[in-house]
């Protein structure tokens, strides 16, 4: 697995760390990171699955455009490269992506 | 029929940043919308970190003079200073004909009108497909470059970086300097590529200086560079992921030769960039087809006034030019703008030769980088038959194949045919590869016979809550039934 800490630039001018929860596992980030950029950080490379061969996915032009990182927030769907993890935040992957086909 | 604005600018990055200013300062009333939290683009955008230069913004009066100041600073700054009215966080999915915006933002659904429009919506980046691009850990190079400029994360403890164009260097220097390794950088350019760019970095001494910083960066830490190399597969490996690369010409086709595997965590790779011009299509300005600008773009002068009356386009999304073109093209519409609608004096006129001029200089750099970054025609013939091409809906290069044999003649009945592009992206990710490959298989390579995706409302996917925002059912007006 990836060092958290190994992977964030410049601690020293960092903001605090706070904590939320991908599919109940806990994963920390900075304040102001997007739940993307922060599960990539840690070494959570996987969000879904694509809908027709159910391969992996992940992030991947973390711009809003390419909607691979398509998440549920609170029972929204929501792209995680564009929402700001908050404190305690519970993200799941989308109910698609599971492997209840 | 009055309206709510007299310039509605869409985009908030260098181009629409200056249109948005110049149209203000001209007196008019002007709105800009961006989906980011704050102003800059791709290329300026903000740390979500505090930096020890943002907090001397708010305590000095000359923050300027701080030597940490961000590129983009300076710009919001100005932002935040004039009578623009901003909608941040605000993401737009439908423009109509009269000139009105549709947006969701945090207070839920909102729309406003203009009598002009200013489309300054940059780019989308272009990715080549090749066998396992749509692994979990191979994203873009622009990807990587938010990661690293604005999250203040390194894209792995090893990157891969692979492409062509100006951010390879970029992407590897700043991994270096942040503490990550580069396990190699993969260019389909040649030397040759970058030596025909010198004439144009002498006209810019401030970035080549950049540029040189970078390559210095990435040569002390040893990164080996190979040179006329692109990805041809990636696999998932116990420890990461193996990159094969091989050698190809210079249209970018693998050729034969040595193979070479690299490890790595993360692969950033990028194929330049295309002009996003959802809106001027969905507008059905004329639009035309320019490889080295980028794909599609609209047709206009050179101060962005499209076919359409009242329509503008500013920066890269009008063809790519780099930043600094687009804080020049931004000024240069926003004044047009401002002409055009009859709010500005003869006085106010005489900015747009000096803007014209620094405009046409900064862009002749811009678009040597370009060259860099311009589609190769021959990078599609390494894409295999069961390689994806539009992720999305998992649509192979095999079946857009045989659906282009079956006699699809237009990407449109492409995607009516396969599915290609008709997933959540709407094409942006796979549009200008599938077009090109249809081209190259049915029309001799032209691309203005493959067609363009057609642009549809939502301008991107939305949750029906998003457009509905809250509302209570009891709310609802119910009508009492006609009597019987």
Redesign the interface.
């Known amino acids: 697995m990836l060092n958290d800490e190994t992977m964030r630039i410049d601690n020293s001018g960092r903001a605090t760390t706070v904590w939320f929860f991908f599919d109940g596992q806990p994963a920390s980030a900075r304040v102001g990171e997007s739940v993307a950029a922060a599960l990539f950080a840690s070494g959570t490379k996987t969000l879904r699955a694509s809908p027709r061969e159910r391969s992996p996915r992940g992030m991947f032009c973390l711009m809003g455009s390419c909607q691979e990182c398509l998440v549920m927030v609170d029972g929204c769907r929501v792209l995680a490269c564009r929402t700001t993890v908050a404190d305690g935040m519970r993200v799941e992957k989308t109910p698609e992506a599971g492997n209840d086909d | 029929m009055t309206t709510d604005f007299d310039v509605i600018v869409l985009g908030g990055g260098p181009a629409g940043v200056n249109a948005a200013l110049a149209a203000a300062a001209a007196g008019l009333k002007v709105a800009l919308f961006d ?1 980011n ?1 704050a102003a800059g683009g ?1 290329v300026y955008r903000a740390p ?5 230069s943002s907090a001397v913004d708010h305590q000095t009066e000359h923050p300027t003079d701080h030597p940490t100041e961000q590129p983009g600073d300076a710009l919001r700054r100005e932002l935040a200073q004039s009578a623009v009215i901003t909608y941040f966080n605000h ?1 737009v999915w439908a423009v109509t004909a009269d000139y009105r915006v549709d947006a969701a933002g945090p207070g839920g659904p909102m729309h406003c009108t203009g009598r002009a429009l200013i489309v300054a919506t940059g780019t ?2 272009r990715v080549v497909p090749f066998d396992g691009w ?7 190079l ?2 990587a470059t ?3 400029k604005s ?4 894209p ?2 090893s990157t891969l970086v692979a492409g062509c164009g100006p951010l390879l260097a970029a992407v590897a220097a700043k991994t270096i300097e ?2 990550g390794k580069v396990e190699a950088i993969a260019d389909i350019a040649g030397l040759g590529d970058w030596g025909r760019t010198l004439p144009a970095m002498m006209s810019r001494p401030d970035l080549m200086r950049e540029g040189f910083h970078w390559w210095r960066e990435i040569s002390r830490a040893g990164v080996p560079i190979l040179s006329r190399h692109t990805i041809v597969k990636v696999e998932q490996v116990h420890d990461g992921l193996r990159a094969t690369l091989a050698p190809c010409d210079t249209a970018g086709r693998p050729v034969s030769g040595k193979r070479r595997n690299v490890v790595a ?1 993360c692969i950033a790779v990028g194929h330049g960039l295309t002009p996003s011009t959802e809106i001027t299509r969905l507008l059905r300005a004329q639009h035309r087809y320019s490889r080295q600008a980028g794909g599609w773009i609209a047709v206009a002068d050179q101060d962005g006034r499209t076919s359409r009356a009242r329509l503008y386009v500013a920066g890269d999304g009008a063809g790519i030019a780099g930043a600094a073109a687009a804080s020049l093209h931004g000024t240069l519409a926003g004044l047009a703008c401002a002409i055009d609608l009859g709010s500005t004096d003869t006085q106010r006129r005489s900015p747009v030769p000096a803007a014209r001029e620094a405009h046409a200089k900064a862009a002749r750099f811009g678009r040597s980088m370009a060259q860099l970054m311009a589609l190769r025609p021959g990078h599609i013939d390494s894409i295999g038959p069961q390689t ?1 091409v539009c ?4 649509v192979t290069r095999g079946e857009i194949d045989a659906a282009c044999d079956a006699g699809a003649h237009d990407v449109n009945q492409l995607k009516a045919w396969t599915r290609c592009g008709m ?3 709407q094409g ?2 796979c549009g200008d590869i599938a077009a090109e490959l249809l081209a190259a298989r049915a029309h001799g390579g032209s691309r203005e016979r493959a067609g363009c995706f057609s642009a549809r409302t939502p301008l ?2 939305m ?1 029906v ?1 998003a457009l509905t925002g809250n509302f209570s059912y009891d709310d609802i007006p119910i009508p009492t039934a006609a009597p019987l």
């Not at chain 2, 992720?391 to 998992?394: G, V």
């Open positions: 989906e939290t791709q979500v970190y505090a930096t020890r993401v989308t980046e749509a692994t979990p850990g191979v994203i873009g622009a990807a938010i990661l690293l999250q203040g994360i390194l792995g403890r942040g503490g965590d994806i992720r999305c809906e998992d997933g959540p992206c942006r990710t991107r996917p949750t809550e």
